[in-house]
């Protein structure tokens, strides 16, 4: 688990900001979206991407200021810090990763930063990737399982009152009113799901990111490619796809928000499959999007893989 020896690393940070904030005053600092972090008196927690900020923030509450280092829509496995994420981190008071592999260049990330990290999977029981060059890997994608998000929120609560103990009970309430609400959107997922045929239970998808909530929703996971990364979407794999698609009469596939859907429309070219619709799991969507929140992209994925699936009104 995470070490908090940091109340007083905290000074020796803020101190680091202040003279970074000088830098950026005097116009030596590298350009890129300037640092709101240090502009409040909140303890400052970073996450990897938006779906951790977002948990973290019903967590939080109004006790500390929650902020991803990437954007809505961005692909978080590959992506490359810029030179003001280092320094927003580095003003940071705590960072929360995945972990399981997910954050290929979080290592990297804070190999210099003076600033305390938790892993916000740690716990959770872990699937692993069944082929390609991963076989045997973790699946990173811990979160597409709202029970697995429990586990997430009670990680976050303990790390949070590491860092501001004076509110820890408060965390830990946040944490159990979220979790009754994860529970919830888990039961709606189950039960939307629950009335596709016996024959149509597949989940046909771009990104092997499926497999927990496939698992729960007792539904079959193919994919193109198993973690997005720099090799992907092989004429190999994609007529594996295919073949599948073609052999089990699969209704519709589907695609993350994240990544290009154009190897996952040569299945749709080459069977009588349609394309879905764009399913989210890497990423939360603007604010103004279809999933703003947690809790709406695992509402949002149920409906879209319903709706595809039994040619519903989608
Ligand atoms: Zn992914």
């Known amino acids: 688990m995470p070490n908090f020896p940091f109340r007083l690393a905290k000074v020796v940070r803020r101190f680091v900001a202040f003279l970074a904030s000088i830098a950026v005053v005097l ?9 709101t972090a240090s502009n409040s008196d909140k303890p400052v927690v970073l996450t990897t991407f938006t779906v951790l900020a977002d ?17 809505a829509g961005a692909e978080i496995h590959g992506y490359e810090p810029t030179p003001g994420d280092i320094r927003k981190a580095a003003q940071a008071d705590l960072i929360l990763d995945n972990g399981l592999n ?10 210099g930063l003076d600033v305390p990290h938790a892993v916000v999977s740690e716990g959770v029981k872990v699937m692993d990737i069944g082929e390609d060059s991963y076989r045997g890997k973790p699946n990173p994608h811990a979160w597409m399982s ?14 949070f009152a590491g860092l501001a103990p004076e509110h820890a009970s408060e965390f830990e309430a946040n944490a159990k009113a979220y979790n009754s609400r994860l529970q919830e959107v888990k039961d709606e997922m189950v039960s939307k799901l629950s009335v596709l045929p016996e024959n149509h239970r597949a989940l046909v998808t771009c990104e092997g990111a499926y497999s927990y909530l496939a698992r729960d929703a ?11 990364a720099e090799q992907q979407a092989t004429p190999q794999q994609i007529a594996r796809a295919i073949g599948f698609v073609k052999d089990n009469q699969v209704p519709a596939v589907f695609c993350e928000s994240t ?5 996952m429309q040569q299945v749709v070219g080459a069977t009588g499959a349609k394309f879905g619709g764009v399913l989210y799991v890497d990423s939360l969507s603007e604010a103004d999007g279809p999933v703003p ?13 319903t709706e595809a699936l039994t040619g519903g009104t989608a």
């Open 27 to 35: 116009g030596l600092s590298a350009c890129g979206g300037n640092s």
């Open 55 to 71: 948990i973290a923030k019903n967590v939080a509450g109004d006790k500390l200021q929650v902020e991803s280092i990437t954007k």
């Open 293 to 305: 929140t947690y809790l709406d992209l695992i509402r949002h994925d149920a409906k879209i893989i």
């Open 218 to 228: 007792g539904l079959k996971e193919v994919y193109i490619w198993a973690v997005n």
């Open 259 to 263: 990544v290009s859907d154009a190897p």
């Open 146 to 159: 709202p029970d697995n998000v429990q586990i997430y929120a009670n990680n976050m609560a303990k790390a």
């Open 102 to 111: 997910l954050e290929a260049w979080f290592a990297q990330f804070v190999e």
